[in-house]
């Protein structure tokens, strides 16, 4: 017996040394600037790193590490997150600002260290700044490990597909108007499929994006949301899509004309070239649930060719898209993920933090007057649990917690509303103005946790898209009005539930996730529409593994940036 045991020792010691000895450290340099470029026929300076938009992509393997210089040569502070790496033991390098560091200071630079761990499938980095993620992102690529094969057919080519917002005028520009205001801030004036607008819009018919295929060849496309504020329908005309994963998670495979996808999700898709050889447009353009909001509604496009294309000049197919407030579309799509075998699901079952948090809008009554530019003399607002988050601007969440500087934040954000109310009926006036503060929810190492986020009718019912940095977490639940735990818990998936990063709280309605909290850290759980994350819509989780320590925690860096 004690022979075997040797032996099996033996050989787990022998395949994590050949696991260790294929992996690789990728190093990289990202110069953050300012760069002219030209779109809808003016040219003006956007942010980029190494004068690309969108800025590089970086392809790793499971079990690689990453090493990036980030240097400021920007008028702005920047961060850069790492959007769905875990960032197990390397909390520091998460990225967020004042949550996991101060922000990199022009003319300063930051170096973020991190080893990608049983991970596998399309993520993104992008800025954690402000409004920077506009221009500021590229995709982060990762493939299985050496002689690991794809779960599915391997593709012949592999295709980027990075959707995004264009402003025909400076960013942080449009982010200040909307911050002294209180009002919305202006819409978008383009979409973009790879910094490209596409024919549809001016001045922008020679630099759209174009993709050669070959007749008959299976193509996997990695699709990214790096929209600001805005989810999207995508296709392409005349060729279906097959799901095969979604935020570096693989899923059972199935077939749909359009992918649904929020802001900060990614999916991958295979596309048989199997029509007739000619010209295709891939569009993509809002879909949108915000009663009386503005929105832009313009369709980007790139253009899928096939090399034996008879006429390289006829105007490609144009596919049909669902309705801007499609939201039958949108749910038949998501309810059809389902995650693969291969996940190693481990559900939890036994919860032990149960958690129901309200996400949605609020109203801040204010003196009538410029700074009071929302619906009816307000300034908008938003909040989780009625508690609107505030970010500290003298150290960063992470850092006040392990050098012990009082004052920054409590631990008592609330575990459940703190009124109960008819959350997606007529809510009284007197629960749309959310309270202010810094409040953090601290979870035991190790636990269950089980979160319901619940949609609210507070100034309106909308489609949110809630990302949890250093996890990923299995989606067990969503449906329409408000949860009923008596109702539907019986209607979990409990068996193959899809495992995310970012996920969709469907319009008037609720999504419930599970995770174990083995990542110890401070961890932000915030909207992905950044006008909601500015106004508010956003918390923390504070998780050790230890009597008021994370044990396991790398220290902080030498050249973590000061504020």
């Not at 995004?164 to 942080?172: L, P, S």
Request: glycine share 6%; with cysteine.
């Amino acid at each position: 017996m004690q022979g075997n045991i040797h032996f099996l020792a033996n050989i787990f010691a022998i395949i994590l040394s050949l696991s260790l000895a294929n992996a690789e450290t990728h190093y990289h340099q990202f110069v953050v600037q300012a760069t002219p470029v030209k779109r809808l026929c003016r040219t003006h300076d956007i942010i980029t790193v190494n004068g690309q938009f969108p800025g590089p992509t970086l392809e790793v393997r499971d079990g690689d590490a990453l090493v990036v210089k980030v240097i400021n040569s920007a008028r702005y502070n920047v961060t850069i997150h790492w959007h769905g790496i875990r960032q197990m033991r390397t909390p520091w390098a998460d990225g967020p600002e004042y949550v996991t560091q101060c922000p990199i200071q022009p003319g300063a630079s930051y170096t973020y260290r991190f080893t990608i761990e049983n991970q596998e499938g399309t993520l993104w980095w992008h800025a954690h700044s402000r409004w920077l993620r506009a221009t500021v992102y590229g995709a982060l690529i990762i493939h299985p490990k050496l002689n690991v094969p794809y779960p599915f057919q391997k593709p012949m080519t592999e295709i980027p597909i990075l959707l995004g917002e264009w402003w025909d005028r400076d960013i942080i520009s449009v982010q200040r108007q909307a911050i002294f205001t209180g009002a919305a801030p202006n819409v978008s004036d383009a979409y973009t499929i790879n910094g490209q607008p596409g024919d549809l819009y001016r001045c922008s018919r020679k630099e759209t994006a174009k993709f050669y295929v070959k007749s008959g060849e299976i193509v996997l496309l990695r699709i990214i949301n790096a929209a600001l504020n805005q989810e999207l329908f995508f296709t392409v005309a005349n060729h279906m899509l097959t799901v095969v994963g979604n935020d570096a998670a693989y899923n059972r495979p199935f077939a749909t004309r359009v992918v649904m996808i929020g802001p900060g999700q990614t999916t991958n898709v295979l596309l048989t070239a199997d029509q007739p050889a000619g010209r295709y447009y891939m569009a993509a353009r809002a879909y949108t649930t915000a009663q009386n909001a503005a929105f832009d509604n313009t369709t980007t496009t790139a253009i899928l060719e096939y090399y034996s294309s008879p006429s390289p000049s006829t105007r490609p197919l144009m596919p049909t898209l669902p309705r801007f407030n499609d939201t039958n579309s949108a749910t038949a799509y998501t309810s059809q993920l389902r995650s693969l075998p291969t996940n190693n699901n481990r559900v939890p079952t036994q919860i032990h933090e149960n958690l129901f948090f309200t996400v949605g809008l609020g109203l801040v009554n204010c003196t009538p007057g410029p700074r009071c530019q929302g619906p009816n003399n307000t300034r908008f607002a938003a909040s989780m649990n009625n508690v609107s988050f505030v970010l500290p601007r003298t150290t960063s969440l992470l850092q006040a917690y392990y050098q012990n500087i009082p004052g920054v934040f409590t631990t008592d954000f609330p575990p459940v509303p703190p009124i109960a109310f008819d959350y997606t009926g007529n809510v009284s006036r007197g629960l749309w103005q959310p309270r202010r503060g810094t409040k953090l929810y601290k979870l035991k190492y190790g636990s269950n946790v089980q979160v319901v986020l619940q949609d609210t009718a507070i100034v309106s019912t909308e489609d949110h898209p809630l990302h949890l940095h250093g996890y990923h977490f299995y989606v067990v639940g969503q449906g329409f009005g408000n949860f009923n735990p008596r109702r539907d818990t019986a209607r979990f998936n409990l068996v193959d539930p899809p495992l995310r990063n970012t996920i969709n709280v469907p319009v008037g309605g609720w999504t419930v996730i599970r995770f174990v909290a083995d990542n110890p850290g401070v961890w932000l759980m915030h909207c992905h529409i950044d006008s909601h994350l500015r106004w508010g819509l956003a918390m923390s989780f504070l998780v050790e593994n230890g009597p008021g320590k994370m044990q396991s925690v790398q220290p902080p860096p030498p050249d973590l940036p000061p504020c």
